[in-house]
């Protein structure tokens, strides 16, 4: 069977060109950065060049950069390294975090309330999933601590207005972070213009290797290491860095950078033709998110009477290879909070479907789906209207 991969939103392939730049560091130039002999040196350069090519690429000269093991880790270490040191300096306890987080940043936020004395606090989102700027506004005063906000939606796709909400956090002299891990492969992130305080990125999400990321921090901003140890990462973060991850995480932003904006155009083009035809073609299907203010890659939907889980096990049947909300909800029947915040009824939110586009997405495969998809979806209903006994 053909079978055609739909989910870039949760990981990549990673590009040959990136595999080849690893390699020597897996063989040859194997060194710990940490060591002062030949090799050790080798490895160190590698990381330092890595660490100005990145600093290049989003404009970051103001920022250090930690190397991490993916985003999970960059938005812990941001979330808790800086709630935790702010509040030592100015008192502050209250963390804003929009009620449509990845819960790499969510769970953090409740961890921190629950077991460290934070107050962590919800942001509205529009029915579009896009924060609610004059709420933040209204609450932001000296209680609070840290503000987080996700730049591209991992869901439902939406992308936030993060300039204008870190503009408002600083009138405040308030720190502000951003989930940029979708965001970063489909926008040209310039953090000069941007501004943020903080800012976390994976590199899988675009065609780089797993298990690393790394966490953007303006320069003498609080931080408090979450793994102590050894003095690496200037001392924000512990452990023998992973050389070849580094430098095919770098390597691999290179690549996507150059071909961001042409791609993006592409991508756009399919994806609005999926989401049209989608709408035209099934009875009681909703777009989830924005529906121009989002990643170009993402299409997203809710199919009233039958359940996500479902039809991505009849989607991957089928050959299709797609979500139902994040990678992490797999096997998790309850309605996504994400959709649930967008005002979205539970009992549609459990329909929900994430198709996310890549570089190898061609129009031929997104035809295919419109053929299947609608009589996939009125197979699922009929089946869940006769178990009904309707
Ligand atoms: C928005 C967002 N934040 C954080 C993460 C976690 O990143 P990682 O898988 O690198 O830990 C993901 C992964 O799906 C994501 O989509």
New binding site residues.
Partial sequence: MDRIYLDY??TTPVAQSVIEAMLPYFGTEFGNPSSAHYYGQLAEGAIEQSRRDIKKVFNADDYDVIFTS????S?NLALRGAALEQRKRNGATKILISSVE?D?VGHTAAQLQQKSGFISVKLRVAKNGIVDLSQLKEQLNKQVVLVSI?YGN?EVGSINPIKEAAKLCHEHGILFHT?A??AAAHLKIDLSDLDVDYLSI?A??FYGPKGV?ALFKKKFLPLLPQITGGGQESGFRAGTSNVPLIVGMVKALEINNESINAENSRLIALRDKLITNVLRTIPESQLTGHIKDRLSNHASFVFDGLSGNDLLIALDMAGYAVSSG??CKVGNPKPSEVLLALGIKPSLALGSLRVTLGKSTSENDLDKLLTDLPEVVKNLRKEKQLKNGN
Avoid: T
């Avoid at 993916?70 to 880790?73: D, F, K, L, V």
């Fill in positions: 939103a949760a993916g985003g999970s880790e938005d990845h790499a996700i991992n989930d891990v979708q994976s899988h999400k990321g994040s990678a």
